[in-house]
C-alpha cells in the first residue's frame, strides 16, 4: 500500500533532521524527534536501536 511505502522515506527524513539539529547543537530539539521516532517504529528493528544509541547520547549531554 502506498502508506507502507511513505513510512520509511519519514523515518529517513526524521532522522535526518533529527542529526542537522544534533549538529547544531540544537539537543532538546534533536531528542524531540528521536523520541518521535521512538513511538512509531517497531521494537526490534535496527532503526530503533539507533534511536535508543542516540537518546542515550543525548541524555548523557543534558538535552531536556
Known amino acids: 500500500s502506498t ?3 511513505s513510512i520509511p ?3 529517513r527524513s526524521l532522522f535526518a533532521v ?3 539539529y544534533y549538529e547544531k547543537k540544537e ?3 534533536s531528542k524531540k524527534i528521536y523520541l ?3 513511538s512509531i517504529l517497531p521494537k526490534n528493528s535496527s532503526e530503533m536501536q539507533k534511536v ?3 537518546l542515550e547520547i543525548l541524555n548523557r549531554i543534558g538535552a531536556q
Open 3 to 5: 502508506v507502507l511505502k
Open 9 to 11: 522515506n519519514e523515518v
Open 18 to 20: 533529527a542529526r542537522i
Open 27 to 29: 539537543y532538546e530539539k
Open 36 to 38: 518521535k521516532l521512538q
Open 52 to 54: 535508543i544509541e542516540n
